[in-house]
C-alpha cells in the first residue's frame, strides 16, 4: 500500500503526555479595574505615609541651598561661587524648591491620598458613633478584665444600677430592649481617641489647602534697600518677585517706606565674640502714596504689616561709597555698592562697573573687610563684623564690560572674557586710586549698610495656622484617650440568687481599665449588696 492508495492524510491534534492541569486562563485588566487598582493604590494608608515621607524629604533642600523667595542676594553669591554646580541646581529647582515642579506633583499627590484615605474612614467613624455598642461576648470570663459576685437583688435592678452609674460616669450606653428583660448591659468610652486620629488627617487636609491657597493667590518677593534708599510696592521695584498663578498683581498694596537708619550689635570678647545680637531698620512708612509718613521700626520676628502684606527683614551687609571718574575726569559713578558677605564676619565680595567711562570702560571686583587684617595664612580678613576699621580691596580690569552684546548680566559678577587685569590696591576712606594709563580714578568715600526684606502676601496663613492648631488637638486626642468597653450580664441561678457578671475590654494594655470596673462593681454593691458565699 502506497502514500497514493491512502489519500492525503488528516493532521493529527497537537497532545501532551503530562498530567498537570492547564493554568487557568485569567481575564484581562481593562481600563476600569486598572483606574480602580491605581485608586486603591494611591488611596492606601501606606501611600500616604511614603508621600508624606517623600514630601519632607523633598523640603530638605529649601533648608540647605538659599531660596529665591527668602534672599535672592544670596542665591546670587552662591551662583557665583559655583559656577559649575550652581547653573545644574538652579535647573533642578533647588533654589526655589516649594515652587517647582517636582514639590508641586508630590504635595498634589498627598493631597490626593489623603482625601481618598480619610474622608471615607470619616464617614464610617461618624456612623459608627451613631451606632449601639457591641453586645457582650457570649463568656465574659475570657476578657482581660472580669469580675463575679452574687446578690439576692433582681436582674433588672442590678442592670438598671449599672445603665445610671455608666451614664453618670460619660460612657455610652446601649438602649435596652424594646422589650423589656434582663438584657446585658453594654457601654463604651474613648471614641475620641479614633476622632482626634481622624480629625489629625482632616486638619492635615485643610493645611495642604491653606499652603495650596497661599500659593496659587500669594506673592512674595524680595529687595535690597540701601541705608537713606527707599522702596515701593511694585512689581519693578523687586529684586525677585514670584507670584501665584492665580494672583491679581493690581491688588498689590499702595505702600511705600524709606529706610532712614539700619542699625546692628554684636557681642564683643568672649567666646561669643562677633555673635549677632540685635538688627533692626527704622523706616518711614506710606501706607499709600498720599497718607502721611509714620515712623515703623522692623526688626527680626517683628514684620511690618500692611493690608495683609507683611515685610520681614531677613538679612543685611555693607555697600561701600565710591566716587568713580573716567579717562576725562567726568563722574560715571557716585555712590553705595552693594557688596555680599561672604563668611560671619561680614568680609563682603563686589564688583564695580563704569560702562560709561571714556575712552574706555574698565571695571573692578572688588572685598570689603568691616575691620580689616592681614592674616599671614589667609591674607586680608576681617576680624569683626562691625565697621571698626573698614578697607577696601579693589582689582582693577579693563577692556569691554559685554553690556552691550544683549545678555543679561548680574550687578554681582564681572564678565572678565574681553578684558584684562591692570592692577590692585588696598584703600581706606579717604583714598583715592588713580588709575593707569589714564584710564580715571576711584575714591573710596565710606560706607553704607543695607538691608534685605522679604515681602509676602499669603492669604493662607491663617488656614495654616488653625489646621496646625487642630491637628495638635487631634493628635494629643489619639494620643492620650484610651477606647475600652464595658459588658454587665446579671443572671439568676438555680438557687434563686443574681449571678452579677462584669467584663472590660482595652485596646491598649494602658492602666485605667481594672480602676473603673473595680469601681463600677463597688458601686452596684451599694445598690445590690453582695451576698456571703454559701459553705462548701
Avoid at 347 to 358: E, T
Avoid at 460 to 465: L, T
Wanted: with cysteine; hydrophobic share 45%.
Amino acid at each position: 500500500m502506497t502514500t497514493s492508495d491512502l489519500g492525503q492524510a488528516e493532521p493529527l491534534e497537537a497532545t501532551t503526555l503530562s498530567t498537570q492541569p492547564q493554568p487557568p486562563k485569567l481575564p484581562g485588566l481593562g481600563w476600569l479595574e486598572l483606574s480602580r487598582w491605581a485608586w486603591r493604590q494611591l488611596t492606601s494608608m501606606r501611600t500616604a505615609l511614603f508621600l508624606l515621607f517623600l514630601l519632607a524629604f523633598g523640603a530638605v533642600p529649601g533648608s540647605i541651598f538659599p531660596q529665591r523667595g527668602n534672599n535672592s542676594a544670596d542665591v546670587t553669591a552662591y551662583l557665583l561661587a559655583h559656577p559649575g554646580l550652581g547653573p545644574l541646581l538652579d535647573h533642578l529647582g533647588m533654589f526655589d524648591v516649594f515652587g517647582s515642579a517636582w514639590f508641586a506633583a508630590v504635595y498634589l499627590l498627598l493631597f490626593i491620598s489623603l482625601a481618598g484615605c480619610v474622608i471615607p474612614r470619616s464617614l464610617v467613624h461618624a456612623r459608627a458613633m451613631r451606632a449601639q455598642p457591641p453586645p457582650a461576648p457570649r463568656n465574659l470570663a475570657r476578657l482581660p478584665q472580669h469580675r463575679t459576685y452574687v446578690t439576692a437583688a433582681a436582674p433588672q435592678v442590678v442592670l438598671d444600677a449599672a445603665r445610671a452609674t455608666l451614664r453618670a460616669r460619660r460612657w455610652r450606653v446601649g438602649a435596652p430592649a424594646p422589650g423589656g428583660g434582663p438584657e446585658p448591659v453594654a457601654a463604651e468610652k474613648g471614641y475620641l481617641r479614633e476622632t482626634g486620629n481622624l480629625v489629625f488627617h482632616l486638619a492635615l487636609i485643610v493645611l495642604l489647602l491653606g499652603v495650596a491657597l497661599g500659593s496659587l493667590f500669594g506673592t512674595k518677593g524680595s529687595v535690597l534697600v540701601v541705608d537713606g534708599a527707599g522702596f515701593a510696592d511694585t512689581i519693578t521695584r523687586f529684586d525677585s518677585f514670584t507670584a501665584g498663578r492665580a494672583a491679581n498683581l493690581d491688588d498689590l498694596p499702595p505702600f511705600s517706606f524709606v529706610m532712614t537708619r539700619f542699625s546692628a550689635t554684636y557681642e564683643r570678647g568672649g567666646p561669643q565674640d562677633g555673635a549677632p545680637r540685635t538688627f533692626k531698620a527704622d523706616l518711614l512708612v506710606r501706607d499709600t502714596p498720599t497718607s502721611a509718613p509714620r515712623p515703623v521700626t522692623v526688626e527680626v520676628n517683628r514684620p511690618l504689616t500692611i493690608g495683609g502684606t507683611k515685610v520681614f527683614l531677613i538679612g543685611h551687609g555693607y555697600a561701600p561709597v565710591v566716587t568713580v571718574r573716567d579717562g576725562r575726569g567726568r563722574v560715571v559713578l557716585s555712590g553705595p555698592v552693594p557688596f555680599l558677605p561672604r563668611d560671619s564676619k561680614f568680609l563682603s565680595q563686589g564688583v564695580i562697573k563704569a560702562a560709561d567711562a571714556r575712552p574706555t570702560e574698565f571695571g573692578f571686583r572688588g572685598l570689603f573687610l568691616p575691620t580689616a587684617a592681614v592674616d599671614p595664612v589667609l591674607g586680608p580678613v576681617s576680624t569683626f563684623p562691625a565697621a571698626d576699621s573698614p578697607a577696601l580691596l579693589l582689582t582693577l580690569f579693563v577692556g569691554d564690560l559685554g553690556l552691550d552684546n544683549g545678555d543679561s548680566q548680574s550687578v554681582y559678577q564681572l564678565d572678565t572674557t574681553s578684558m584684562k587685569a591692570a592692577g590692585a590696591r588696598a584703600m581706606r576712606i579717604g583714598d583715592t586710586w588713580t588709575l593707569p594709563s589714564g584710564v580715571g580714578s576711584i575714591t573710596f568715600d565710606g560706607y553704607r549698610e543695607f538691608a534685605s526684606f522679604s515681602i509676602a502676601h499669603d492669604p493662607g496663613k491663617d488656614p495654616v495656622f488653625f489646621a496646625a492648631m487642630t491637628a495638635l488637638t487631634g493628635l494629643m486626642l489619639s494620643l492620650f484617650v484610651r477606647r475600652r468597653r464595658i459588658w454587665v450580664r446579671a443572671s439568676t441561678g438555680v438557687d434563686g440568687r443574681t449571678l452579677v457578671s462584669v467584663g472590660g475590654l482595652a485596646k491598649t494594655e494602658a492602666g485605667g481599665l481594672a480602676g473603673e470596673v473595680d469601681a463600677l462593681m463597688d458601686e452596684l454593691r451599694v445598690v445590690a449588696p453582695e451576698l456571703p458565699e454559701e459553705p462548701q
